[in-house]
Nanobody, 117 residues
């Protein structure tokens, strides 16, 4: 079965950095579009960044210039480098996989990111 496991979350001070990882298994990774979402308490889940199987990337306006999404197909892992973190970045961050041809989608369990002094 397909599994997505996020890691790298934690507590960081404003202005600090974190690198999230999403390790995938049970799929041919290069055929999947990968993305990061986040959900803060009382808010809807929102797209943070995405990288397609073809290598295109998109970012939410709120994170442009601060976050970078990347993927390593050999390691079946997608990363989210987060710099200049702000308190409003506090949320649970989720990894999502969407097949480029088929309909299935998969979500990881999420990793907590807390930005606070």
């Amino acid at each position: 079965q397909v599994q997505l496991v996020e890691s790298g979350g934690g507590l960081v001070q404003p202005g600090g950095s974190l690198r999230l990882s999403c390790a995938a298994s049970g799929l041919f990774f290069s055929n999947w579009d990968m993305s990061w979402y986040r959900q803060a308490p009382g808010k809807e889940r929102e797209l943070v960044a995405a990288t397609s199987a073809g290598g295109n990337t998109v970012y939410a306006d709120s994170v442009k210039g601060r976050f970078t999404i990347s993927r390593d197909n050999a390691k079946k892992t997608v990363y989210l480098q987060m710099n200049s973190l702000k308190p409003e970045d506090t949320a649970v961050y989720y990894c999502k996989a969407v097949h480029v041809r088929l309909t299935p989608t998969y979500w990881g369990q999420g990793t907590q990111v807390t930005v606070s002094s």
